[in-house]
């Protein structure tokens, strides 16, 4: 299985396959206490580096304390496929030098020039890693549910319902922006298996990552 490279300067393929279409609506409600809005893409066609079709559907549920969103994956082909999530949020930080993350991790994913994974090593797990002037693109292997991301202004928490958790940070060059990544697997899975799990015909997997959100007065 092979993608077409997306990456020119990296020579490989990232982000997976669903990350440049074009999703409808597919419902959308209102309440006093939040917003829901579905939208749907359906793959018809079998495409070069995935010859299978299927369904996602994403939920964003807007609430007073945050956000949620539900990643529904629905398998339409005859065979099974093998599949990780991952999600690419950025946060906006007014002092990201002063800001940390927080998780629990013992294990890094360790990336070659191409930024394609060739491994993992031990980390020392730390109480926050403190962003100062780093810059990031790492990946982590966690051994919990929940990412916190703390500001000047405001904490964020991040949870997943997924039993296997990674992370991937990122800083691009704009200044105290950060992407906070939560996936279900690693780069290059489908050589190094980790993470990555498989969906059998006219099934579906549900992932969740709530976003809970307290502004600091």
């Given at each position: 299985?092979?993608?077409?490279?997306?990456?020119?300067?990296?020579?490989?393929?990232?982000?997976?396959?669903?990350?440049?279409?074009?999703?409808?609506?597919?419902?959308?409600k209102?309440?006093?206490?939040?917003?829901?809005?579905?939208?749907?893409?359906?793959?018809?066609?079998?495409?070069?580096?995935?010859?299978?079709?299927?369904?996602?559907?994403?939920?964003?549920?807007?609430?007073?304390?945050?956000?949620?969103?539900?990643?529904?994956?629905?398998?339409?082909d005859?065979?099974?496929?093998?599949?990780?999530?991952?999600?690419?949020?950025?946060?906006?930080?007014?002092?990201?030098?002063?800001?940390?993350?927080?998780?629990?991790?013992?294990?890094?994913?360790?990336?070659?020039?191409?930024?394609?994974?060739?491994?993992?090593?031990?980390?020392?797990?730390?109480?926050?890693?403190?962003?100062?002037g780093?810059?990031?693109?790492?990946?982590?292997?966690?051994?919990?549910?929940?990412?916190?991301?703390?500001?000047?202004?405001?904490?964020?928490?991040?949870?997943?319902?997924?039993k296997?958790?990674?992370?991937?940070?990122?800083?691009?060059?704009?200044?105290?922006?950060?992407?906070?990544?939560?996936?279900?697997?690693?780069?290059?899975?489908f050589?190094?298996?980790?993470?990555?799990?498989?969906?059998?015909?006219?099934?579906?997997?549900?992932?969740?990552?709530?976003?809970i959100?307290?502004?600091?007065?």
């Amino acid at each position: 299985m092979q993608l077409d490279i997306n990456h020119k300067n990296e020579n490989n393929a990232i982000h997976g396959f669903i990350y440049n279409k074009e999703f409808e609506v597919v419902d959308s409600k209102t309440s006093k206490s939040e917003a829901l809005i579905t939208l749907q893409y359906e793959e018809t066609q079998l495409t070069k580096g995935f010859p299978y079709t299927y369904k996602v559907q994403l939920v964003y549920t807007l609430s007073k304390n945050g956000l949620t969103l539900t990643v529904v994956i629905m398998n339409t082909d005859s065979k099974t496929f093998p599949f990780t999530i991952g999600w690419h949020p950025y946060f906006i930080s007014e002092d990201l030098y002063h800001s940390t993350v927080k998780f629990d991790c013992t294990k890094k994913v360790v990336l070659g020039d191409r930024m394609i994974t060739t491994g993992t090593d031990d980390y020392l797990n730390q109480d926050h890693l403190q962003i100062e002037g780093k810059k990031l693109d790492d990946c982590f292997i966690l051994n919990s549910d929940k990412i916190h991301f703390r500001t000047p202004a405001y904490d964020l928490e991040i949870a997943s319902s997924s039993k296997d958790t990674y992370l991937q940070l990122y800083t691009p060059p704009k200044e105290n922006v950060i992407a906070i990544e939560p996936t279900t697997g690693i780069s290059d899975s489908f050589n190094n298996n980790i993470g990555l799990q498989t969906l059998e015909p006219e099934s579906s997997y549900t992932v969740k990552w709530d976003l809970i959100l307290e502004r600091k007065s």
